[in-house]
Nanobody, 120 residues
Framework: QVQLVESGGGLVQAGGTLRLSCAAS????????MGWYRQAPGKQRELVAVITRGGTINYADSVKGRSTISRDNAKNTVYLQMNSLKPEDTAVYYC??????????????WGQGTQVTVSS
């Protein structure tokens, strides 16, 4: 079984920075794309950023220029560096990974979510 464990959320003032991390653990798996989503109260979950195994990256327009996604394939870990945070960035941030487990079909896995709160 594969698990995603997130860390790095918290409370920060507007203009501040946070770095989220998400590590995958388990046996006999290969990670394809990894990414971050967020869900604010009363809103649908939305994509923040995604990075493929080969390093292709896409960002939501709302975070472009303020956030950087990266991954360490050797550590099965994805990071999201968020700068110039705004109150509207407040949400629960979820790690997502499309993972192939040996002898099974690839599917999406989700982390438990980490709260990011930006105060004005």
């Amino acid at each position: 079984q594969v698990q995603l464990v997130e860390s790095g959320g918290g409370l920060v003032q507007a203009g501040g920075t946070l770095r989220l991390s998400c590590a995958a653990s388990g046996r006999s798996f290969t990670i394809n794309a990894m990414g971050w989503y967020r869900q604010a109260p009363g809103k649908q979950r939305e994509l923040v950023a995604v990075i493929t195994r080969g390093g292709t990256i896409n960002y939501a327009d709302s975070v472009k220029g303020r956030s950087t996604i990266s991954r360490d394939n050797a550590k099965n870990t994805v990071y999201l560096q968020m700068n110039s945070l705004k109150p509207e960035d407040t949400a629960v941030y979820y790690c997502n990974a499309n993972i192939y487990v040996w002898n099974q079909n690839s599917r999406d896995y989700w982390g438990q979510g980490t709260q990011v709160t930006v105060s004005s």
